[in-house]
């Protein structure tokens, strides 16, 4: 069964410092990792997908990578802004065989960027 | 503009009285899918559709139903809700292959 770990679970810096957030899973053989966003109160916003055939993917000040033979993705943000504040998730789809699209979610680190 | 739309947003009701929470997209996207988040146990997937009148249980499906009539609309169906179903709902959508997920805004659900 597929697991999903996101440390840490919360996460304090000062604006403009550069940050990585952490996903690791434990069954390599997977489709995709999707990283999204969550403001309060608010849906997940999605970020970035990274194909398993994909090393990384960038938009903006976003980086993820992905190295599935060791199970691991991190989410690179550059020059921090409050704005940033938000509950980041990392969710794979695993290759079970099966036809379900299902993402197996981490339980998301929370950012906080301070003015 | 391209969107899941979800309603109610927020929705209180009392053990035993059916409910219903709707959802839509304009996306032409085949597959749909509800989740549910709680504190400490993250998201987890009740139902899900791949097209029109093909559906399957997820993870938690217990105490929930599921139609698919029409490819823009997946309500979900609580006939008879327990204090336990209290928590965010979340519809979401995809087209085929590899492309991402689109969420709705959720629907925070609290039942006494």
């Known amino acids: 069964k597929q697991e999903v770990t996101q440390i840490p679970a919360a996460l304090s810096v000062p604006e403009g410092e550069n940050l990585v957030l952490n996903c690791s899973f434990t069954d390599s053989a997977i489709y995709n990792l999707q990283w999204f966003r969550q403001d309060p109160g608010k849906g997940l916003t999605s970020l970035l997908l990274i194909q398993s055939s994909q090393r990384e993917q960038t938009s903006g000040r976003l980086n993820a990578s992905l190295d599935k033979s060791s199970g691991r993705s991190t989410l690179y943000i550059a020059a921090s802004q409050p704005g940033d504040s938000a509950t980041y998730l990392c969710a794979v789809r695993t290759n079970s065989g099966g036809s379900n699209y299902k993402l197996t979610f981490g339980k998301g680190t929370l950012l906080t960027v301070n003015p | ?112």
């Open chain 2, 1 to 112: 503009e391209a969107q899941v739309t979800q309603n109610p947003r927020y929705l209180i009701t009392v053990t035993g009285k059916k409910l219903t929470v709707t959802c839509s997209q304009n996306m032409n996207h085949e597959y749909m899918s509800w989740y549910r988040q709680d504190p400490g146990l993250g998201l987890r997937q009740i139902y899900y559709s791949m097209n029109v009148e093909v559906t399957d249980k997820g993870d938690v499906p217990e105490g929930y139903k599921v139609s698919r009539k029409e490819k823009r609309n997946f309500p979900l169906i609580l006939e008879s809700p327990s204090p336990n179903q209290t928590s965010l709902y979340f519809c979401a959508s995809k087209q085929g292959g590899n492309s991402p997920l689109h969420f709705g805004n959720g629907t925070r659900l609290t039942v006494t």
